[in-house]
């Protein structure tokens, strides 16, 4: 069996950046940056979630990077992203904020999408003022501030304390996944992904997925178990769109619910019938809609977007 960290072939294998780099966070992380796309194009940054890696976003990237310039990222201890001893959500903000600073001029604006973990990476920075500098608006995706573990669907028991701990447990567990099998696959595609995704998309998460180091995704589960972020939902000001799996068993969509009901400029919600969790993979198509939609309204037709001079556009942060 194969333990290539991503599919080689077809709409989910990556497409090669115009250029990378390496952006150091206020610790000294270092994190992998890609930019895909034409560098005077309107900024997309893309934010992935826990186990995953740039790989992620290749459905999102070869389509955007037509006309727009994608910001890529691997999360700490992700991809080809060094691991750290400090995950927290504090580390998260930083790191988004360290790739912002690296990767868009003075005062330039960009759309921000966040999925599952990712999206967790915004609230956090919701307050920051580099964040606010950079975020014209905001896509999150398959995502939540608080109670993920108490609410999540991948142990089939009625909720309560005994699912709770053992979902937990079974995230965080340190055992190796090993190579990708065809049982494999079926775990994942129950766990994280609607019944009705096709076997490539299955093939590409589950590619991306184990090739996570284990001691990363223990690490990183346990700082999920007990994610409070309800402070990060009141302070991410920019226009925020959310998209929601209706089959999401890692976030249901009560989590997203509740973020377009807080957030202080929700653009609303789109719940996915049949989807899971893996919405950017599972529905590239409405996803990769959602984020021109947003670029559109608050990038390229707003004061100082797309086609002026970056570094003497005015700060509109608050």
């Not at 310039?69 to 001893?85: F, L, T, W």
């Not at 868009?104 to 990712?118: D, K, P, T, W, Y």
């Not at 307050?127 to 975020?135: D, I, S, T, V």
């Not at 409405?286 to 797309?306: C, D, S």
Request: contains cysteine; proline residues 8%; aromatic residues 4%.
């Amino acid at each position: 069996m194969s333990r290539l960290t991503h599919v080689t072939t077809g709409p989910y294998a990556p497409p090669v950046p115009a250029r990378e780099l390496i952006a150091v966070s206020a610790d000294g992380a270092r994190l992998h940056v890609e930019v895909h796309g034409p560098e005077n194009a309107p900024p997309v940054v893309l934010a992935h979630g826990w186990t995953c890696s740039t790989a992620f976003w290749a459905a999102q990237i070869r389509e955007l990077a037509a006309d727009h310039r994608v910001i890529a990222y691997d999360q700490r201890g992700h991809g080809r992203s060094p691991a750290s001893p400090a995950c927290t959500t504090q580390a998260l903000a930083d790191d988004l904020e360290a790739v912002l600073s690296h990767t868009l001029a003075r005062g330039e604006r960009a759309v921000i999408v966040g999925h599952s973990m990712g999206g967790m990476s915004v609230m956090a920075a919701s307050a920051r003022p580099r964040f606010r500098e950079h975020a014209a608006a905001v896509l999150l995706c398959s995502t939540g501030s608080s109670r993920l573990v108490a609410e999540a669907l991948v142990i089939p028991l009625r909720a309560g304390a005994v699912r709770t701990w053992l979902t937990a447990h079974v995230l965080a567990s340190r055992l190796p996944l090993g190579p990708v099998t065809p049982v494999a696959r079926r775990i994942l595609k129950y766990a994280t992904m609607g019944a009705g995704s096709a076997p490539h998309m299955v093939e590409a998460c589950a590619r991306i997925v184990h090739a996570c180091p284990r001691a990363v995704r223990h690490a990183w589960a346990r700082v999920l178990a007990q994610l409070d972020i309800e402070y990060g939902v009141r302070e991410l000001r920019a226009p925020t769109a959310i998209i929601s799996g209706a089959s999401d068993r890692l976030t249901p969509p009560l989590h997203a619910r509740a973020l377009a009901a807080a957030l202080p400029h929700s653009l609303g919600l789109t719940e996915l019938p049949g989807m899971g969790h893996m919405t950017p993979v599972e529905a590239p198509e409405l996803v990769n809609g959602k984020i021109r939609e947003l670029v559109t309204a608050y990038v390229t037709q707003t004061p100082g977007g797309a086609g002026a001079e970056a570094p003497e556009r005015i700060k509109e942060g608050s």
